[in-house]
């Protein structure tokens, strides 16, 4: 062969290596998100329990089809969120929920994805949100700007303006998250996709199980967009209070998990004739 034909043949191998190297970076971030999320929801859901050691590498790599660096990047990721502990020579094990980063979004996730949600978790998450947002609200009417109220009345226009569960929902997420925006406090702000995430859950159950839920505790979301307009910042607090005790009293019923796979089935069932 050729000198010449030789160089371009290789020069031809080395940028088609370079486009499959190339290939492989960019759908890397997106085999290891799978690899977490698969890991995960089995770990929140007690799969693979606490305490269970987690397969070899080698039989994780064969499991997802991918390779080790993959592998060793959604652990790494997994040990971040309190979720596994890794140690050499040891393996890696299964940290029980007490350890979890449990306002991390993903972990979250996880844990609300579930068709059985953990009631008792679910009444904690709750428990949160009754210490973090009376007082995001009794700031935000001290520190809110005219920007700041305006998003907050239009969140809660966008409620009372709301005729379905998806359009409900993604007002009332707008109303809280507005709030916690106006407070103006990184630390506070930094919760955000936690609170995201929790309101997401307790709609999903509270929406779907109780009658009523979301037009009822209406008022109360009125009444904190008031105070927050008034500069009131004792009222603004009482207000969500109210607004929370609510959801609280409702979600505190004992059937609402029966309630909610009855209402889910009488969902299907109704597809079905239709």
């Known amino acids: 062969m050729p000198a010449g034909h030789r160089a371009a043949v290789g020069s031809e191998q080395s940028l088609s290596a370079k486009r499959v190297k190339s290939a492989e970076k960019r759908l890397k971030p997106g085999r290891i998100h ?9 770990i929140a859901q007690e799969i693979i329990p606490a305490g269970a ?8 790599e064969i499991r997802f089809g991918v390779g ?7 652990i790494k990721m997994l040990s971040g969120k309190g979720l596994v502990s890794v140690r050499p020579r040891h393996g890696t094990h299964v940290l029980p929920r007490r350890d979890w980063s449990l306002l991390d979004r993903d972990v979250l996730n996880w ?22 947002e009376p007082a995001a609200a009794a700031l935000a009417a001290t520190r809110a700007t005219k920007q700041d109220r305006q998003r907050i009345n239009a969140a809660l226009a966008a409620m009372e303006a709301s005729n379905n569960q998806a359009s409900a929902t993604a007002a009332d997420k707008a109303f809280h998250l507005a709030i916690l925006d106006a407070t103006h406090n990184p630390v506070l702000q930094g919760f955000r996709g936690a ?30 967009a008031r105070a927050i307009e008034e500069g009131d910042a004792k009222k603004a607090r009482k207000a969500m209070e109210q607004v929370l005790g609510y959801t609280h009293s409702k979600l505190s019923r004992k059937n609402v998990g029966a309630v909610r796979r009855d209402a889910r089935l009488s969902g299907t069932r109704s597809l079905r004739k239709a």
């Open 195 to 224: 609170i995201d995430t929790i309101l997401s859950a307790v709609f999903v159950v509270a929406v779907d199980s109780i009658a009523g839920w979301f037009e009822d505790n209406l008022p109360n979301h009125a009444a904190t």
């Open 34 to 42: 799978a690899v977490l999320t698969t890991l995960g929801r089995e």
């Open 53 to 60: 050691v987690l397969p070899p590498e080698n039989d994780l």
């Open 68 to 74: 080790r660096g993959v592998i060793r990047e959604a």
């Open 111 to 132: 844990l609300v994805g579930q068709d059985k949600l953990d009631r008792d978790l679910l009444l904690a998450i709750q428990e949160v949100r009754s210490i973090i």
